[in-house]
Each structure stands twice: as structure tokens, then as C-alpha cells.
T-cell receptor, first 114, second 113 residues
Framework: DAGVIQSPRHEVTEMGQEVTLRCKPISGHNSLFWYRQTMMRGLELLIY????????DSGMPEDRFSAKMPNASFSTLKIQPSEPRDSAVYFCASTVSWGNYGYTFGSGTRLTVV | QQQVKQSPQSLIVQKGGISIINCAYENTAFDYFPWYQQFPGKGPALLIAIRPDVSEKKEGRFTISFNKSAKQFSLHIMDSQPGDSATYFC????????????FGDGTTLTVKP
């Protein structure tokens, strides 16, 4: 298994532009989580899905952020318009929701908004 | 509300020493306690985990100690090596919430040669 796959690995964009981050979870995992990591705020949960349905988006910082999971093998996190304070590493993680298991994280997308 | 409190924030240990990271939780419904290791530029990776029906779990040089009555658990790294230098996160799950973990704030471990 290739693990959780995120793309792109790095993204540099200008303020005001739309940014789309992508994630492919592990096959068979039915829960998917989007996190943001910064030095100041640590690891923040933005939103998570179970069986492709958004369960809790209370961590999404503003309406500029949106996430979708159109099927079990793909999710996107979109920022429109982007701002310099959105600069961070964004991680996607997946797991199975039955029983208790740990997460498998992707390698992350390092976003820089200039 | 911070439901998992992790300490210390940073830790410096000499090579060969024991590294100890502590976590405390509030929610008695938590029933799974994983630890993650994160190297710079990488995503966190599951290191070791424990369920509350045991008080200790050991995998190589890594041991989790669990105290259910005190609602505390800790990670011990024996014979710490420079390659163990990383950020460590404790977490806690309930068997609900779609597998969601509640994370501690992380501990940055530096092992000096």
C-alpha cells in the first residue's frame, strides 16, 4: 500500500489566489481528517469525514476554507481566496472508524502564500 | 477545552539516557492511546499504542505506561539515540466519533550525542 497520498508536496501562491490540496486515503479506510500544522498553533484539526460525509467542520478557520470528499478515494481542501496567514503544512490522515486504530498521515503539503 | 495535556514541551537527553514524556487526559470515555513520532518535513507516524486493559506495552526501546485511575499515560524511550530526535505526540480516542483522535500539543525531543 502506498499510504496516504497528498499532492502537491509544495505550493507557493500569491495572496488572493485559489489553492486546492488533494488527498487519497488508504484503500479501506473510511474516515479522513484534514489537519493544519504551524509552529504557533501546533496541529489543528480542520475537518473530518466518515464514509465520505463531513462530520465536523468546526475547525475550519473561515468561510474561505472548504473541503469535499466526492468518493472514498479522494478528498480536497480548498482555500479561496488565500492569505499569507494560511501558510502552513496541511496534513491529511485516514483510519478505519470501527474499533480503535491509529491514523496514517500523508507527507503533507507545505503551503506558502506570498 | 484541551482534553489531552502533554508535557514537557521540549526535552533534551544525552545519548543512552531515558526519555520520558507524560500525558494526562480528562475524558474517561477514551479507550485507545496512541503515540506518534514526527521527523522534520514528514507527517506524524504511529509509533506505539495502548488500550486501557493493560498497564504497560513495550516495543523495542519504546514503552507506554498507563495509569487508568490517575488518567495518565507516558512514553519511555530507553537507551535514547540521536535518531530518536523528533516531535512526539500523544493522543486519545473513544470508540465513537469516526475514529477521531484528540492530540496533545507535542514534545520536541533532542538526543545529544
Amino acid at each position: 500500500d502506498a499510504g496516504v497520498i497528498q499532492s502537491p508536496r509544495h505550493e507557493v501562491t500569491e495572496m488572493g489566489q485559489e489553492v486546492t490540496l488533494r488527498c487519497k486515503p488508504i484503500s479501506g479506510h473510511n474516515s479522513l481528517f484534514w489537519y493544519r500544522q504551524t509552529m504557533m498553533r501546533g496541529l489543528e484539526l480542520l475537518i473530518y469525514f466518515n464514509n465520505n460525509v463531513p462530520i465536523d467542520d468546526s475547525g475550519m478557520p473561515e468561510d474561505r476554507f472548504s473541503a469535499k470528499m466526492p468518493n472514498a478515494s479522494f478528498s480536497t481542501l480548498k482555500i479561496q481566496p488565500s492569505e499569507p496567514r494560511d501558510s502552513a503544512v496541511y496534513f491529511c490522515a485516514s483510519t478505519v472508524s470501527w474499533g480503535n486504530y491509529g491514523y496514517t498521515f500523508g507527507s503533507g503539503t507545505r503551503l506558502t502564500v506570498v | 477545552q484541551q482534553q489531552v495535556k502533554q508535557s514537557p514541551q521540549s526535552l533534551i537527553v544525552q545519548k543512552g539516557g531515558i526519555s520520558i514524556i507524560n500525558c494526562a487526559y480528562e475524558n474517561t470515555a477514551f479507550d485507545y492511546f496512541p503515540w506518534y513520532q514526527q521527523f522534520p518535513g514528514k507527517g506524524p507516524a504511529l509509533l506505539i499504542a495502548i488500550r486501557p486493559d493493560v498497564s504497560e506495552k513495550k516495543e523495542g526501546r519504546f514503552t507506554i505506561s498507563f495509569n487508568k485511575s490517575a488518567k495518565q499515560f507516558s512514553l519511555h524511550i530507553m537507551d535514547s539515540q540521536p535518531g530518536d530526535s523528533a516531535t512526539y505526540f500523544c493522543a486519545a480516542n473513544t470508540n465513537t466519533n469516526a475514529g477521531k483522535s484528540t492530540f496533545g500539543d507535542g514534545t520536541t525531543l533532542t538526543v545529544k550525542p
